[in-house]
């Protein structure tokens, strides 16, 4: 009995500690989940908002914005993971082959811009790709070619996308491969050599494998942020580029705090998450059938 | 190891190296750019747009940030928010961690849950805005710090770290009548310092780059951060220093002291950095 009491007085203090970050979670991250039942009602569009069922998203449907949206979505999101996802892999498959004092230098080198805000990147990028006086265009005056206005140019701005993501961000992965890549048995390597295997053959058959939980589990990251993507498109986006670069958040943040229509908003933002909740459940049904593993 | 060195090998590694060697200089030349542009006279500047051979080395579009009210506003701004937000984080982020890691809490792994959740359940932006006004936190800098306090994947990522500390040790110490309160600070997060340092660096890198949140909670211009300002020099074309034509030295300028910090603890923390990846992806 003494024994109990002496516990449960320790488990309040424990239990003190814990408080604060609780109360956090409860205000910022579940009390907000309340105001998605917004998206049910015409909130922000008259002074008494009501319930108007499935309303808001009749018009979501309906409308052409939405659908340039969500299909811009669709397409960057596939762009990302066919073109940003398996880089560092191969990246760290690359480096992997390199001496260490080189390969730390490599390190050094890719995984700066990742701790770059999207406005330095962005801004990096729109100033190299100036069509008066940046580097890319200097280059391609020097072949005759005309300059090219890439970040209002609907035919280009989705590749500055795409090649803004992978420049800040390569690196990032290619560490965690790095690492995942260091835990492999070196006995392995030394044991496929005595068999003959060459460099490629060992890459395929021996560090692919062995890292093929990170594989899967970085795959689901990018999967779970794909649709959530925004600060790089808010930064980047102009109104010439708004047709190929629009996506389902950019869209619900202007509907929403510049137009106002937060029940509409929010309708954009539940059916984002519905979708994505989506993509993370069968991206993890993929990676069990094809990867052989579980991560959820 | 070395059985042969044969053709196909030399081919192999000075393809892979000419692979390697291109992607570090898509990544270092712009950055080399950045900054010798920043450090080039305005004629020089006005002239090449970029340059990349430094002719001539000119601190004055670094004179003109700091002598610019707005920049130098906007640049302590960043920093006040910095400092304070990554403090209150990491007290909030910390206390959580080690009640969550320590097997006796009661309700442990329905918190645990919780904070799981909330990692693929999220409201979006509009419900956070509505619970950030109706707590009148609107165009103040509670808005930076508070609502962005805890990043669950750091919260964990500590969690984790804890629960492979000896339980022998923070028994004992609280055998020895340290409170909860004691026991963390003086036992464990001295042997903490790898992910104390890791998770620290993360949360000040992320409060000094945020952009998102100080556009949509902050309205007053005297209270915007430097990345705002960065933005709508160089997407806006509006500068703080208005005499001045915005030339590509002083845009770089603002550009890189709005890297400043994170240029100058990049090489001291990049290890910090890849512990705090490892033992998150070891354990994750």
Known sequence: ????????????????????????????????????????????????????????????????????????????SFYNIVIYFPLPILLALSMNELGKKMKKVVQFTVYIPYFFSWVVVGGIFTLMLSPSDGIVNQILQVFGKEPVYFMADSRYFRGVLVGSQVWKEVGYGTVIYIAAISTVDTQLYEAAAVDGAGYIARMWHITLPCIRSTVATVLLLTVSRVLQMFEQIFV????????????????????????????????????????????????????????????? | ????????????????????????????????????????????????????????????????????????????????ITVT????????????????????????????????????????????????????????????????????????????????????????????????????????????VPILAAVTLFYAVGHWNRYFEVVMFINKGEKYTLQVLLRQLIFQGESEVTTQVAVNNFKMAVMVVAMLPVLVLYPFIQKYFISGIMLGSVKG
């Open chain 1, 1 to 76: 009995m003494k024994l109990f009491l002496k516990k449960f007085c320790r488990q309040k203090y424990i239990f003190l500690l814990v408080v604060p970050g609780v109360v956090w979670f409860a205000v910022f991250k579940f009390f907000p989940l309340w105001y998605i039942s917004k998206a049910f009602t015409d909130y922000g569009t008259t002074a008494n908002p009501s319930f108007t069922g499935l309303d808001n998203f009749r018009r979501l449907v309906l409308s052409p914005n939405f659908l340039r949206a969500f299909k811009n979505t669709m397409i960057l």
């Open chain 1, 236 to 296: 980047m986006m102009n109104d010439s580029v708004k047709n190929v670069a629009d996506v389902l958040k950019t869209y619900s943040y202007f509907e929403g705090m510049q137009r106002g229509d937060i029940g509409y908003a929010t309708a954009i933002g539940l059916f984002t998450s519905a979708v994505s909740l989506i993509l993370i459940i069968s991206c993890n049904i993929f990676s069990k059938k094809v990867l052989k593993e579980d991560i959820l």
């Open chain 2, 1 to 80: 190891m070395k059985l042969r060195e044969s053709r196909s090998r030399k081919v192999f590694k000075a393809v892979n190296m000419i692979f390697i060697l291109t992607v570090c200089a898509m990544i270092a030349v712009p950055l080399w750019m950045v900054v010798i542009t920043s450090l080039s006279p305005d004629k020089l500047a006005a002239e090449k747009g970029f340059v990349l051979i430094p002719e001539a080395i000119d601190f004055s579009s670094y004179i003109r940030v700091f002598k610019s009210h707005g920049y130098m506003r906007a640049f302590l701004n960043s920093l006040g």
């Open chain 2, 85 to 192: 937000a990554t403090a209150f984080s990491m007290a909030l982020t910390t206390t959580m961690a080690y009640a969550l890691s320590q097997e006796r809490l009661m309700f442990r792994s329905f918190l645990m849950n919780a904070v799981l959740i909330t990692m693929f359940l999220d409201g979006g932006i509009i419900p956070l805005y509505m619970v950030v006004r109706d707590m009148k936190m609107i165009d103040s800098y509670g808005a930076l710090i508070f609502p962005v306090a805890v990043g669950t994947y750091n919260l964990i990522l500590m969690r984790n770290y804890f629960r492979t500390l000896p339980e022998s040790l923070i028994e004992s110490a609280r055998l020895d009548g340290c409170s909860e309160l004691k026991t963390l600070i003086r036992i464990v997060l001295p042997i903490s």
